[in-house]
T-cell receptor, first 113, second 110 residues
Framework: GENVEQHPSTLSVQEGDSAVIKCTYS??????FPWYKQELGKRPQLIID?????GEKKDQRIAVTLNKTAKHFSLHITETQPEDSAVYFC????????????FGTGTQLKVEL | DGGITQSPKYLFRKEGQNVTLSCEQN?????MYWYRQDPGQGLRLIYY???????QKGDIAEGYSVSREKKESFPLTVTSAQKNPTAFYLC?????????FGSGTQLSVL
């Protein structure tokens, strides 16, 4: 089955700096890669996603890049703010895979003032 | 708020006891999922159901059981066979490949 690895497990940045979280996946048939944000005590929520026919996608201060050849994808957050502090999860799934998402182990991002 | 309701928020299990976690959705989604969240281990899939009266095991199904008698409901039973049940349990439904999560149930062992 699919295996998703996520790094780093914790990340601390200064407010205004950029943050990058990286994930690799094992199944070359995976074609959908979402990112979820979970604030402390709250449910995970989708923040951005990308499909395998696209190399990059941006939404204001967040962007996701995908390298299908290397089987890795990354989340980029620019101009970080304290409200960006949360746990971020990457995930992967494939068409015909029963709509199952396989998640990474999460990255605890802390934005310091 | 979200359309996925989980109850209770906190649950305590005694040795040898089965407990059931409730999950209800009003989003009219066919697919529903149960994930277990442990610190440092991300979200691991327990069971999922793509349609009423059908469900499949996920990656860590041992010690758990589910039913899907109604589209809106997907309860999870943590049986006495699950020796390490302490975790945060998240229910979700899927609409257009996007997961919508409930607010979770924290299960602890007395």
């Amino acid at each position: 089955g699919e295996n998703v690895e996520q790094h780093p497990s914790t990340l601390s940045v200064q407010e205004g700096d950029s943050a990058v979280i990286k994930c690799t996946y094992s199944d070359s048939a995976s074609n959908y890669f979402p990112w979820y944000k979970q604030e402390l005590g709250k449910r995970p929520q989708l923040i951005i996603d990308i499909r395998s026919n696209v190399g990059e996608k941006k939404d204001q201060r967040i962007a996701v890049t995908l390298n299908k050849t290397a089987k890795h994808f990354s989340l980029h957050i620019t101009e970080t703010q304290p409200e960006d502090s949360a746990v971020y999860f990457c995930a992967a799934s494939k068409a015909g895979g029963g709509n199952k998402l396989t998640f990474g182990t999460g990255t605890q991002l802390k934005v310091e003032l | 708020d979200g359309g996925i309701t989980q109850s209770p928020k906190y649950l305590f299990r005694k040795e040898g006891q089965n407990v059931t976690l409730s999950c209800e959705q009003n989003l009219n989604h066919d697919a529903m999922y149960w994930y277990r969240q442990d610190p440092g281990q991300g979200l691991r899939l327990i069971y999922y159901s793509q349609i009423v009266n059908d469900f499949q095991k996920g990656d860590i199904a041992e010690g758990y059981s589910v039913s899907r008698e109604k589209k809106e409901s997907f309860p999870l039973t943590v049986t006495s066979a699950q020796k390490n049940p302490t975790a945060f349990y998240l229910c979700a439904s899927m609409g257009g490949e996007k997961l919508f999560f409930g607010s979770g149930t924290q299960l602890s062992v007395l």
